[in-house]
């Protein structure tokens, strides 16, 4: 029976503003930075293009059927329909898009692959985003003042810095200052380009599709690597998607149709028609626009726009982090929740740090936001493209969408994304390379993980005993004393006997009176309710199995889902409970069924674990742990 994407309720008038508002300030703030460089880009000397009026009135029909085709249609009007429990991004279109995970043996399916390199190609986006963004607003200075070239690059990390070290304080204050700051960035932008346009209203011919045939007709091979720089127009087009859930459908398409792509557009159509009057303005179309006496609050608006649209990245490599530690990609990580009321706003140490290391890095290498644009598109193409491969399966497996209906939309948005991909392919040497590294080494650091854990749950099994036939022989014998009290042993397996309570029995011999066998199961939507939280299994008296779901967008928390076991006759005392758990020390070992390399990449990942105690927030005083030595 075919699933149909549910039609959500819009929210009433007061609530539509707000969250419009917010959206404003998060989701946009990456494809609204994207006018500061997008047509000085496309003009680069690299490409060797000449400044004539029909390249210009080319490129900007090239960036309006870009941002109509891919964004409008694509994302807003086709991809937002598949909402997987309230939640977007790519993750949660990969649970949509197949019910089954990895196997048994940690191996993945082609389509699952494929979906964990699309985020991993978020992962280079992350890094790249920031930079650039940041980079480019601050090189304002150069158009101010020619002399202030040399201290680009310290002000860009000094910003950057800054905008990493209050992460931990949580955006619930600063938030609320991105939606009215992005409302004036999106108006100034427009105005800016409304006052030029009127000197050269012919510009407006450019949306004729027409210009952007003709572009390629007289430019050939030149006019195909112009699109690698086109792609920066909608580079930010994912994050609608991306932050569905943050916001609803509804908000995010009002500001796009009512705000955001009106006031682009009109400042892309204004840089072009100060091109046409003035081709010199090619080295910054975006500033030039600007009157001599504004330019330097535009620099500091830039600013703004530009750690806005780092900040909603950011935001997203926490949240994609966190969906990857639920799944079991990852490993446990450190997850602080910044806010009281929304769930969504987290905070990762380690992910905060080691993405400004990364950023800084990339910014110190390349210099510029030119060179830094090189390497930009590469990651953004690949991720719109698995996207859209996603999407079509959603949209025939879950909507019962005919396969012609499919490869008809695929075409349509294939033949545009793939060819943007295929130019920035070009740049692959000349920076492009840097966020399939990234990728590539995200992949490869998830699929290890799930690989390990996999072949290390076999080699716990092999050791471990069939839990029904414990239970038949210890439920009644008065073979093993029972003490008072209970005992929670967490397992991952829920038919074998965890290697924590065996190790018990063999150094105390002794068990408690009630004795509760935990698993925790994340399954493949973004939020279990409450009331399906937990399943209670009696197996013999003072025996139970207790299994606590999450999903992955939500936080583990054992002694609260333990409250919730008082519904099924069974009270817990947190402070009156013992919880044992295992803890392994791994020894790699040449073996079929990993790769040597791989088993010693393991392993070090591991250590780095937040422990199971920290991670499932069970009272540090009340646990046992019980090490074992496991050959991988």
């Known amino acids: 029976m075919s699933e149909t994407p549910l039609k959500a309720a819009a929210p009433d008038t007061g609530k539509l503003a707000a969250l419009t508002l917010g959206a404003l300030g998060v989701v946009y703030g990456d494809i609204g930075t994207s006018p500061l460089y997008t ?22 029909s090239l960036v309006f059927w870009a941002l109509v085709i891919i964004v409008t249609v694509k994302y807003v009007l086709f991809v937002m329909r598949a909402d997987n429990k309230g939640e977007g991004g790519i993750l949660a279109l990969l649970a949509l898009a197949t019910s089954s995970r990895p196997d048994a043996s940690g191996r993945l399916s082609g389509l699952m692959a494929m979906g964990l390199f699309g985020a991993a190609l978020f992962y280079g986006d992350g890094m790249i985003t920031p930079a650039v963004s940041v980079l480019g607003a601050v090189e304002g200075l150069e158009v101010a003042e020619p002399a202030l070239e040399s201290i680009v690059v310290p002000v860009t990390v000094c910003i950057l810095i800054a905008l990493f070290a209050i992460q931990s304080r949580g955006t619930d204050k600063v938030g609320k200052l ?56 909608v580079t930010g087009g994912e994050a ?56 330097y609050p535009m620099i500091l608006l830039s600013t703004c726009a530009a750690v806005i649209a780092s900040q909603a990245v950011i935001s997203g490599v926490f949240s994609l982090t966190r969906q990857a530690v ?44 030119s060179r830094l644009a090189t390497a930009y598109g590469i990651a953004v193409t690949g991720d719109m493209c698995i996207t859209t491969v996603l999407a079509l399966v959603v949209a025939h497996r879950r909507w019962g969408w ?28 000349h920076g492009g390379w840097v966020p399939l590294a990234i990728a590539a080494a995200a992949l490869g650091l998830m699929s290890t993980w799930r690989r390990g854990r996999a072949v290390l749950a076999h080699r716990l099994a092999e050791e ?12 009644k014998s008065g073979e093993i004393q029972r003490v008072k009290g209970t005992a929670v042993f967490m397992t991952s397996g829920a038919d074998t006997v965890p ?25 493949d939507v973004p939020r279990v309710p409450a009331k399906d939280r937990v399943l209670l299994e009696g197996l013999a008296e003072g025996f139970y199995r207790l299994t606590v779901r999450y999903g992955f967008s939500q936080e583990p928390n054992i002694p609260k889902a333990l409250r919730l076991c008082k519904a099924f006759g069974l009270e817990f005392d947190v402070m009156t ?43 540090p005083n009340r646990v046992v742990e019980l090490g074992t030595q496991v050959q991988l």
């Open 326 to 369: 639920q799944l079991g990609l990852c490993p446990r990580l450190d997850i602080r929740h910044t806010s009281s009321e929304e769930g969504g706003q987290i905070y990762i140490p380690r992910a905060n740090w080691g993405l400004l290391i990364a950023i800084i890095g990339l910014v110190v290498w390349f210099g510029s936001s």
């Open 577 to 619: 409970t013992s919880f044992f758990l295992g803890r392994e020390t791994l020894i790699p070992r040449i073996n079929p069924h990993m790769a040597l390399w791989r088993e010693k990449l393991f392993v070090v990942m591991s250590r780095t674990a937040v422990s199971a105690t920290d991670f499932f927030k069970i009272p």
């Open 402 to 429: 005919s396969v012609p209906v499919c490869i008809t939309l695929g075409a349509l948005f294939l033949s545009v994304e793939l060819s943007l991909f295929a130019a920035n392919a070009v740049k692959i040497p």
């Open 178 to 233: 991105f939606g009215p700051i992005m409302v004036v960035w999106f108006v100034t932008l427009g105005i800016l380009g409304l006052i030029e346009l009127v000197q050269q209203p012919r510009v407006l011919m450019a949306l004729n599709p027409a210009y952007g045939v003709a572009f390629f007709q007289n430019n050939g091979w030149v006019g195909f690597l112009v699109l690698g720089a086109v792609v920066l127009a």
């Open 464 to 475: 471990s005993l069939p839990l029904d036939s414990f239970i038949k022989r210890h439920a």
């Open 499 to 523: 290697m924590a309570l065996l190790h018990n029995l063999k150094h105390n011999q002794v068990m408690h009176e009630r004795i509760v066998f935990l698993t925790v199961v994340v399954e």
């Open 39 to 60: 047509l000085r880009e496309c003009f680069s000397p690299d490409h060797g293009l000449a400044l004539t009026p029909e390249n210009i009135m080319g490129i900007m």
């Open 240 to 295: 609608l998607y991306a932050d569905m859930g943050h916001f609803g459908r509804h908000p995010i398409k009002v500001a796009w149709l009512t705000v955001v792509l009106p006031s682009l557009l009109l400042n892309y159509l204004g840089q072009c028609a100060l091109l046409l009057s003035d081709p010199e303005a090619v080295r910054s179309p975006f500033y030039l626009l600007v009157p001599e006496w504004g330019l």
